[in-house]
T-cell receptor
Framework: GENVEQHPSTLSVQEGDSAVIKCTYS??????FPWYKQELGKGPQLIID?????GEKKDQRIAVTLNKTAKHFSLHITETQPEDSAVYFC?????????????FGSGTRLSIRP | SQTIHQWPATLVQPVGSPLSLECTVE??????LYWYRQAAGRGLQLLFY??????ISSEVPQNLSASRPQDRQFILSSKKLLLSDSGFYLC??????????????FGPGTRLTVL
């Protein structure tokens, strides 16, 4: 089955700097990669996703990149702000398939230093 | 609009006691439903998922069980809790049928402490 590994487990950056979180996946059939943000005491919420037919997607200060050959994808947050502090999860699934589920990484706790 | 509810929000239970956590979804029909567990500082572990009434798939063997008695109701149960059952339990839903691209919407979670 699919296995998603996520690094680092914790990340601290200065406000205004960029943050990068990296994930690798094992199943080459995976073709959909969502990213979720979890604030303290709340459930995760989708912030951005990417499908395997594109290599990069941007939404304001957030961008995701995907390298299908290497089977890894990354989340980039630029100009970080205090409200970016949260736990971020990457995930992978087989879009278009009725037999799969979303497999989540272990999470990255991002802290923004003022 | 769709909303997802979980209760209770927090629960403290002794080892060996039973458990019942409830999740309901409003504003949608035939959702896919999921139960996840999140241990302290850890990732999301999928426990059960359901694509319809009475249809439950188990991902991890444990002393927990799930049931879906109604289309938008998902229940997580245990007959005897273990210390290792402590954690943050999250219910989620996605629009059916499952096609791999379905965004999952998470509930507020239940924090369970087993003493």
């Amino acid at each position: 089955g699919e296995n998603v590994e996520q690094h680092p487990s914790t990340l601290s950056v200065q406000e205004g700097d960029s943050a990068v979180i990296k994930c690798t996946y094992s199943d080459s059939a995976s073709n959909y990669f969502p990213w979720y943000k979890q604030e303290l005491g709340k459930g995760p919420q989708l912030i951005i996703d990417i499908r395997s037919n594109v290599g990069e997607k941007k939404d304001q200060r957030i961008a995701v990149t995907l390298n299908k050959t290497a089977k890894h994808f990354s989340l980039h947050i630029t100009e970080t702000q205090p409200e970016d502090s949260a736990v971020y999860f990457c995930a992978a699934s087989q879009g278009g398939s009725s037999a799969s589920k979303i497999i989540f990484g272990s999470g990255t706790r991002l802290s923004i230093r003022p | 609009s769709q909303t997802i509810h979980q209760w209770p929000a927090t629960l403290v239970q002794p080892v060996g006691s039973p458990l019942s956590l409830e999740c309901t979804v409003e504003g949608t029909s035939n959702p896919n439903l999921y139960w996840y567990r999140q241990a302290a500082g850890r990732g999301l572990q999928l426990l059960f998922y359901s694509v319809g009434i009475g249809q439950i798939s188990s991902e991890v063997p444990q002393n927990l069980s799930a049931s879906r008695p109604q289309d938008r109701q998902f229940i997580l149960s245990s007959k005897k809790l273990l210390l290792s059952d402590s954690g943050f339990y999250l219910c989620a839903w996605s629009a059916g049928p499952w096609n791999g691209y379905n965004e999952q919407f998470f509930g507020p979670g239940t924090r369970l402490t087993v003493l």
